[in-house]
């Protein structure tokens, strides 16, 4: 079992980015299969971005090559790199852990993901 807090959330405006944070304890997170979350009011969850290894990386079609999500193994961090923010953005954004693996339909699946932080808030403005 792995403990996840994350940080870095914020207020900015359309177009602005954000470097979120999940600071991990408990085990290593180059241990477990890292994946990057959000819910938005009344909207169920969905999930953003996943990172196996800390080289296979998968993300969802929304991205579009906005978020880049990465790992500092020296740090037990995960990062969330969010470029080009939109107010469709906005949500609670929460890391996760689950069990390695290479089988990429996993990645972007929650119900695979055992250990979740509290969130960090994103709010974006037009």
């Known amino acids: 079992q792995v403990q996840l807090m994350e940080s870095g959330g914020g207020s900015v405006q359309s177009g602005g980015s954000l470097r979120l944070s999940c600071t991990a304890s408990?085990?290593?997170?180059?241990?477990?299969?890292m994946g990057w979350f959000r819910q938005a009011p009344g909207k169920k969850r969905e999930a953003v971005a996943a990172?196996?290894?800390?080289?296979?990386?998968k993300y969802a079609r929304f991205v579009k090559g906005r978020f880049t999500i990465s790992q500092d193994n020296a740090n037990n961090t995960l990062y969330h790199d969010l470029c080009s923010l939109e107010p469709e953005d906005t949500a609670m954004y929460y890391c996760?852990?689950?069990?390695?693996?290479?089988?990429?339909?996993?990645?972007?699946?929650?119900?695979?993901?055992?250990?979740w932080g509290q969130g960090t808030q994103v709010t974006v403005s037009s």
């Open positions: 996760a852990a689950g069990p390695a693996t290479f089988q990429e339909p996993y990645y972007l699946l929650d119900t695979w993901y055992n250990d």
């Open positions: 408990g085990d290593q997170i180059s241990n477990y299969l």
């Open positions: 990172l196996c290894n800390g080289e296979v990386t």
